[in-house]
């Protein structure tokens, strides 16, 4: 995770409303002089445009309809992928996906909002060490999270040691680094996903910057999230 990683190649749009890969795209419009800048209020629009468009669509549709059209494009995204060449790289928002990073961003993306339906049904989903794809991301994003803020990276890398569901520590970053960030992997990515507030976490950090970046960590492209709320005494 160095101080010149590249931001997360997510796309900015909910996945309802996410391209067909089984189909050409067409990258997203950019300005010339600017680019399609991340924050900017262009794409913040069209965001929430595309979000209340797919949201209205999925409110209408029948249950079973809208759960069969989720496998067909689950079964078409893996169709997609599987038999993608080597070296294909597909149009998406920001610079073209690879392969490898189209099926983790979705991976992420999925996880998180399945997050949100577990959320609201109160449930508690197992976690799995599949979650060393979302992890990954987030280490990867430490940059994009302080330059979508308008905040300058920190230079130096971080250690990064997380302890997956299976008891496996997953470490990414210099081991001599003077600033470290440690914890559970399924905080770690509830972190970074913006799906719980760093106080009900235990991730930790050792050193300002580090400390900072789990104050605004974000691993999905976009405006800076808001993240959520801490939980209340009877949460």
């Known amino acids: 995770m160095g101080a010149r990683h590249p931001g997360p190649e997510v796309d900015r749009r909910p996945p309802d409303r996410a ?3 089984d189909r050409p ?36 549709a029948a249950p079973g309809r809208l759960l069969a059209e989720w496998r067909a494009g689950r079964q078409a995204l893996e169709k997609a992928l599987r038999a993608a060449p080597a070296g294909t790289r597909f149009p998406w928002y920001g610079p073209p996906m690879s ?5 983790t961003g979705r991976l992420m993306e999925t996880w998180a909002h399945g997050q949100d339906i577990a959320d609201a049904l109160r449930v508690t989903r197992p976690a799995t060490d599949r979650l060393r794809h979302v992890a990954r991301i987030g280490v990867r994003a430490r940059d994009f999270a302080f330059g979508v803020r308008g905040l300058t990276p920190p230079e130096e890398e971080f ?22 960030v440690t914890g559970p992997a399924l905080d770690f990515c509830l972190l970074v996903t913006q799906r719980a507030n760093r106080v009900d976490l235990a991730v930790r950090a050792e050193g300002l910057d580090a400390d900072r970046w789990l104050d605004i960590a974000q691993a999905f492209a976009g405006p800076p999230g808001t993240g959520r709320a801490p939980k209340g005494p009877a949460e």
Not at 49 to 60: P, S, V
Not at 99 to 103: G, Q, R
Request: hydrophobic share 30%; with cysteine; net charge positive.
């Open 19 to 21: 391209p067909r890969l």
């Open 25 to 60: 795209v067409r990258p997203a419009r950019r300005d010339r002089r600017r680019g399609l800048r991340p924050g900017g209020r262009e794409g913040a629009r069209l965001t929430r445009r595309l979000r209340g468009r797919g949201c209205r669509a999925g409110g209408r």
């Open 99 to 103: 392969v490898a990073s189209m099926a």
């Open 159 to 180: 250690r990064v040691e997380l302890t997956a569901p299976s008891g496996e520590v997953w470490s990414y970053g210099p081991e001599v680094a003077a600033q470290r």
